[in-house]
T-cell receptor, first 114, second 111 residues
Framework: SQTIHQWPATLVQPVGSPLSLECTVEGTSNPNLYWYRQAAGRGLQLLFY??????ISSEVPQNLSASRPQDRQFILSSKKLLLSDSGFYLC?????????????FGPGTRLTVT | QKEVEQDPGPLSVPEGAIVSLNCTYS??????FMWYRQYSRKGPELLMY????GNKEDGRFTAQVDKSSKYISLFIRDSQPSDSATYLC???????????FGAGTRLFVKA
């Protein structure tokens, strides 16, 4: 069966510091990968998605970036965090084939920028 | 107008009640409809997935899609305290990679 891991689970970082969140998927090959941010009382905001190694699409212009160095690894980064970057960050995967669109989420990383 | 509207609640019901959760949407191109359950401080968990209009049942859960009204529902029968969570609707059209999520309805089931 497939599993998705995210770390760290929680993170407190000062404004202006760098960020690196990691997500890995097991039990599947060539998945579509997604990064979302969830703010309190609001829906999931899609930040980035990737259909393959090195292929990243950005949905929202911001100071965050994403990379996919390996097939089942997805990394979210920032060079300098802003207060507004605080939130619950979720990684998700879906099968990379036509007709299957369900997304499966990781446990999330709660980021607090102070 | 948001693409997906979902009442944030909270919705509080007694144990054993039938719960009805709903979303409306504006994009008639949406074909795939999903419901996720999210416990506090956890990632969303896929509950139900339906294509186009109609009903789908899985245990105590029933998902309904009415494309003519652009309205989807999730019914929970014999609700339990363990059903207390936030329920997110989600939908997308054919192709592309973007799933649109509702803001979620917070449900409390009291013992």
């Amino acid at each position: 069966s497939q599993t998705i891991h995210q770390w760290p689970a929680t993170l407190v970082q000062p404004v202006g510091s760098p960020l690196s969140l990691e997500c890995t998927v097991e039990g599947t090959s060539n998945p579509n990968l997604y990064w979302y941010r969830q703010a309190a009382g609001r829906g999931l905001q899609l930040l980035f998605y990737s259909v393959g190694i090195g292929q990243i699409s950005s949905e929202v212009p911001q100071n965050l970036s994403a990379s996919r160095p390996q097939d089942r690894q997805f990394i979210l980064s920032s060079k300098k965090l802003l207060l507004s970057d605080s939130g619950f960050y979720l990684c998700a995967w879906s099968v990379n084939q036509g007709g299957s669109y369900e997304q499966y989420f990781g446990p999330g990383t709660r980021l607090t920028v102070t | 107008q948001k693409e997906v509207e979902q009442d944030p609640g909270p919705l509080s019901v007694p144990e054993g009640a039938i719960v009805s959760l709903n979303c409306t949407y504006s994009n008639s191109a949406f074909q795939y409809f999903m419901w996720y359950r999210q416990y506090s401080r956890k990632g969303p968990e896929l509950l139900m997935y339906t294509y186009s209009s109609g009903n789908k049942e899985d245990g105590r859960f029933t998902a309904q899609v009415d494309k003519s009204s652009k309205y989807i529902s999730l019914f929970i029968r014999d609700s339990q305290p363990s059903d207390s969570a936030t329920y997110l609707c989600a939908m997308r059209n054919t192709g592309g990679f973007k799933t649109i999520f509702g803001a979620g309805t917070r449900l409390f089931v009291k013992a």
